[in-house]
């Protein structure tokens, strides 16, 4: 970024060593879907032509079967996440219980700070369709964080919270949860998905205030 | 397969498999890069081939002018690994991997370590600037923010490099 930052240089020349020992990437090869010629680097383009069929039949489903009964916001043919919401009801599942894999901290999980979270979690989804992106941000997220404008901004047609289980835990006022949310655009999703989308949201609480950080990884 | 069209919307045959590759390939070395940010070098191809496979079965639903194919390929990349971690959680750098780590040296490890205790916005950013080597607008899509805030970012991940390594009072 700047040439008078030594770490930034320090960071180019070891990334650059890095690159360089990095064996190179597993290619596509599109051949490889001829006839006894499915080896084991292409191996994804075979189960790929499969799961397309299964693609297809889905999406006809859902247009034929879809018709009258879609939410306005829900985009046509939208994958909808499976086995993720509690049965026969719209309510996101919250759990205080570590996930597969998770930190041994988790156990210390508070379920009630965990449920108001996934509230703050879902107004904040809520915020960000009515009034947009730029105003749920300064409710929920800390100065640095702060879109300058609305240009850019995703739009949220729907959004609601699926689960949430604790990642890490600190203290009830600052955790991690792993949590699916539903969510679909107006436009372009960028850096979302448009359907299910993952995100690790570090859970600040200041006396009433909540505070939001999201990320793609823990 | 033969081609298939349902609604206007669906479009498989064995030639858009093909498309598809085509399509992708110019992308994989940043996704494998990327990858090999996310988890250890073992899992890296495996992960590469689950986003593959993924960003497969959604191409039908990516439009090209909404945005650039790389941030989307990357975006699926990110939450493949992340799910990839939920079984199991490696490191992010083994110093028992010769293979990934051949080159490097002592003094490279320690920066390694020191990046993995960066917050995860600051990792992510940090991983795709240096060592996906990717320009400041093409991390913000795929990180969902303004470029601004990726430079602020990169700019906190650096200072607090610096206060991890012990190296003065860099600003």
């Known amino acids: 970024m700047s040439d008078a930052d030594p770490m930034d240089q320090r960071l180019r020349e070891y990334a650059a060593r890095w690159r360089d020992a990095e064996p190179p990437s597993p290619a596509p090869d599109a051949a490889g879907l001829g006839p006894g010629r499915r080896g084991a680097r292409t191996w994804w383009l075979a189960a790929a032509t499969a799961a397309a069929v299964a693609a297809v039949i889905l999406g006809g489903t859902r247009i034929v079967g879809d018709e009258g009964s879609r939410k306005p916001s829900e985009p046509a043919g939208a994958a909808r996440p499976t086995g993720t919401a509690a049965p026969g009801t719209d309510e996101p599942t919250a759990s205080g219980s570590p996930t597969e894999g998770s930190q041994d901290s988790t156990g210390k999980a508070d379920p009630r700070a965990v449920r108001w979270a996934v509230n703050q979690i879902q107004t904040f989804l809520d915020v960000w369709r009515r009034e947009g992106m730029l105003a749920a941000a300064r409710r929920y997220f800390d100065a640095a964080s702060q879109p300058r404008s609305a240009a850019g901004l995703q739009r949220l047609s729907y959004g609601k919270v699926l689960s949430a289980h604790v990642s890490s835990w600190e203290s009830s006022e600052h955790f991690t949860l792993e949590v699916s949310l539903d969510l679909h655009f107006v436009g372009g999703p960028m850096a979302w998905n448009d359907g299910e989308n993952d995100r690790f949201i570090t859970v600040t609480r200041h006396g009433s205030s909540v505070q939001l950080d999201f990320a793609t990884s823990p | 397969m033969e081609a298939t069209l349902i609604g206007g919307r669906v479009a498989v045959t064995d030639d858009s498999a093909h498309d598809f590759a085509a399509w992708v390939e110019p992308h994989l070395p940043?996704?494998?890069?990327?990858?090999?940010?996310?988890?250890?070098?073992?899992?890296?191809?495996?992960?590469?081939?689950?986003?593959?496979?993924?960003?497969?079965?959604?191409?039908?639903?990516?439009?090209?002018?909404?945005?650039?194919?790389?941030?989307?390929?990357?975006?699926?990349?990110?939450?493949?690994?992340?799910?990839?971690?939920?079984?199991?959680?490696?490191?992010?750098?083994?110093?028992?991997?010769?293979?990934?780590?051949?080159?490097?040296?002592?003094?490279?490890?320690?920066?390694?370590?020191?990046?993995?205790?960066?917050?995860?916005?600051?990792?992510?950013?940090v991983d795709l600037y240096y060592f996906v080597d990717l320009d400041v607008a093409t991390i913000a899509a795929v990180m969902g923010c303004a470029p601004g805030t990726v430079k602020a970012t990169l700019s906190q991940a650096r200072a607090r490099l610096h206060q991890l390594l012990g190296e003065g009072d860099h600003v």
């Open chain 2, 30 to 125: 940043a996704m494998t890069r990327f990858a090999a940010r996310l988890v250890s070098a073992a899992d890296r191809d495996d992960l590469v081939q689950d986003a593959l496979l993924r960003a497969w079965r959604r191409w039908a639903t990516y439009q090209a002018e909404r945005g650039a194919p790389l941030p989307w390929l990357l975006a699926i990349v990110a939450d493949q690994g992340r799910r990839g971690r939920r079984r199991s959680r490696p490191p992010a750098v083994s110093v028992h991997d010769p293979r990934q780590h051949t080159r490097l040296t002592p003094a490279d490890l320690d920066l390694e370590r020191a990046i993995a205790t960066l917050s995860a916005r600051q990792r992510t950013a």
